[in-house]
DNA sequence: GTGCTGACACAGG
DNA sequence: ACCTGTGCCAGCA
Protein backbone atom coordinates (compact mmCIF):
# COMPACT_ATOMS: atom_id res chain seq x y z
CA UNK A 1 0.00 0.00 0.00
CA UNK A 2 1.41 3.30 -0.54
CA UNK A 3 0.51 6.02 1.76
CA UNK A 4 0.97 9.54 0.72
CA UNK A 5 3.33 11.49 1.97
CA UNK A 6 2.18 13.34 5.37
CA UNK A 7 2.88 16.72 4.45
CA UNK A 8 0.49 15.70 0.93
CA UNK A 9 -1.91 14.27 3.65
CA UNK A 10 -2.03 17.42 5.63
CA UNK A 11 -2.54 19.62 2.49
CA UNK A 12 -4.95 17.78 1.01
CA UNK A 13 -6.92 17.69 4.09
CA UNK A 14 -6.93 21.69 4.38
CA UNK A 15 -8.25 21.37 1.13
CA UNK A 16 -11.34 19.04 2.43
CA UNK A 17 -11.65 21.72 5.38
CA UNK A 18 -12.57 24.59 2.85
CA UNK A 19 -15.96 25.18 2.83
CA UNK A 20 -18.49 25.81 -0.04
CA UNK A 21 -18.64 29.31 -1.90
CA UNK A 22 -15.12 29.97 0.18
CA UNK A 23 -11.42 29.20 -1.17
CA UNK A 24 -7.63 29.73 0.21
CA UNK A 25 -4.47 30.55 -2.11
CA UNK A 26 -1.77 28.07 -1.74
CA UNK A 27 0.19 30.41 0.01
CA UNK A 28 -2.65 30.78 2.55
CA UNK A 29 -2.64 26.93 2.47
CA UNK A 30 1.10 26.80 3.22
CA UNK A 31 0.38 29.55 5.90
CA UNK A 32 -2.05 27.67 7.56
CA UNK A 33 -0.22 24.42 7.91
CA UNK A 34 2.76 26.52 9.25
CA UNK A 35 5.51 24.56 6.76
CA UNK A 36 6.51 23.99 3.52
CA UNK A 37 5.42 27.07 0.67
CA UNK A 38 3.35 27.92 -1.82
CA UNK A 39 4.99 25.97 -4.52
CA UNK A 40 4.66 22.56 -2.58
CA UNK A 41 1.33 23.39 -2.10
CA UNK A 42 0.78 23.84 -5.86
CA UNK A 43 2.81 20.94 -6.41
CA UNK A 44 0.55 18.21 -4.08
CA UNK A 45 -2.18 19.64 -5.59
CA UNK A 46 -0.86 18.57 -8.98
CA UNK A 47 -0.39 15.15 -7.83
CA UNK A 48 -3.01 14.45 -5.90
CA UNK A 49 -5.34 16.88 -5.84
CA UNK A 50 -7.76 15.01 -7.87
CA UNK A 51 -9.05 13.32 -4.99
CA UNK A 52 -9.82 16.98 -2.77
CA UNK A 53 -11.81 19.85 -3.87
CA UNK A 54 -8.89 20.95 -6.12
CA UNK A 55 -11.05 24.21 -7.10
CA UNK A 56 -11.36 25.52 -3.61
CA UNK A 57 -7.34 26.01 -3.82
CA UNK A 58 -6.72 28.77 -6.37
CA UNK A 59 -3.52 31.13 -7.21
CA UNK A 60 -3.82 34.68 -5.33
CA UNK A 61 -4.85 36.58 -8.12
CA UNK A 62 -8.29 34.48 -8.16
CA UNK A 63 -7.43 32.76 -11.68
CA UNK A 64 -8.30 29.59 -12.65
CA UNK A 65 -6.19 26.91 -13.12
CA UNK A 66 -5.55 27.22 -17.29
CA UNK A 67 -7.56 23.70 -19.10
CA UNK A 68 -9.63 23.97 -16.12
CA UNK A 69 -11.01 26.90 -16.22
CA UNK A 70 -14.64 25.74 -17.57
CA UNK A 71 -15.00 23.21 -14.42
CA UNK A 72 -14.14 25.80 -12.20
CA UNK A 73 -15.91 28.50 -12.93
CA UNK A 74 -19.27 25.63 -12.32
CA UNK A 75 -18.46 24.74 -9.02
CA UNK A 76 -18.13 28.45 -8.17
CA UNK A 77 -21.03 29.60 -10.05
CA UNK A 78 -22.75 26.19 -7.95
CA UNK A 79 -21.23 27.42 -4.82
CA UNK A 80 -21.81 31.05 -4.64
CA UNK A 81 -18.06 31.96 -4.50
CA UNK A 82 -17.72 35.84 -4.78
CA UNK A 83 -17.06 35.79 -9.07
CA UNK A 84 -15.48 38.95 -10.73
CA UNK A 85 -17.40 38.72 -13.78
CA UNK A 86 -16.17 40.21 -17.17
CA UNK A 87 -14.48 38.91 -19.83
CA UNK A 88 -12.47 36.55 -17.63
CA UNK A 89 -14.34 35.72 -15.03
CA UNK A 90 -11.90 34.85 -11.72
CA UNK A 91 -12.65 34.80 -8.30
CA UNK A 92 -12.90 37.46 -6.43
CA UNK A 93 -10.59 36.54 -3.92
CA UNK A 94 -10.73 39.29 -1.77
CA UNK A 95 -13.83 38.42 -0.48
CA UNK A 96 -13.74 34.88 -1.20
CA UNK A 97 -10.66 34.36 0.95
CA UNK A 98 -11.55 31.57 4.08
CA UNK A 99 -9.41 32.48 7.23
CA UNK A 100 -9.49 28.81 8.07
CA UNK A 101 -11.82 29.60 10.87
CA UNK A 102 -13.61 25.47 11.52
CA UNK A 103 -16.33 26.99 13.51
CA UNK A 104 -19.13 27.94 11.97
CA UNK A 105 -21.13 29.13 14.76
CA UNK A 106 -19.86 30.17 18.11
C1' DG B 1 26.88 19.80 -6.44
C1' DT B 2 24.62 22.55 -10.40
C1' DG B 3 20.84 24.17 -13.01
C1' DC B 4 15.99 24.10 -14.57
C1' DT B 5 11.21 23.66 -13.73
C1' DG B 6 6.88 24.18 -11.35
C1' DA B 7 -1.38 24.07 -10.26
C1' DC B 8 3.18 30.43 -6.35
C1' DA B 9 3.67 35.53 -4.50
C1' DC B 10 4.99 40.19 -4.86
C1' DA B 11 6.98 44.49 -6.75
C1' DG B 12 8.02 47.31 -10.97
C1' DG B 13 7.53 49.05 -15.52
C1' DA C 1 -3.89 44.02 -18.66
C1' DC C 2 0.78 42.26 -19.83
C1' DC C 3 5.58 40.87 -19.05
C1' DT C 4 9.96 40.67 -16.15
C1' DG C 5 12.75 39.87 -12.26
C1' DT C 6 13.43 38.09 -7.56
C1' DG C 7 12.38 35.06 -3.51
C1' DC C 8 10.68 30.89 -1.98
C1' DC C 9 10.85 25.40 -1.47
C1' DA C 10 11.12 20.77 -3.40
C1' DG C 11 11.93 17.42 -7.14
C1' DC C 12 14.60 15.77 -10.95
C1' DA C 13 18.30 15.19 -14.84
Known sequence: MSELPEYAERVLAVAELIPPGRVMTYGDVAEWLGEGGPRQVGRVMALYGGAVPWWRVVRADGVPLPGHERRALARYR??????????????????????????PHT
Open 78 to 103: AEGTPLREGDAPRIAVARARWDGDVT
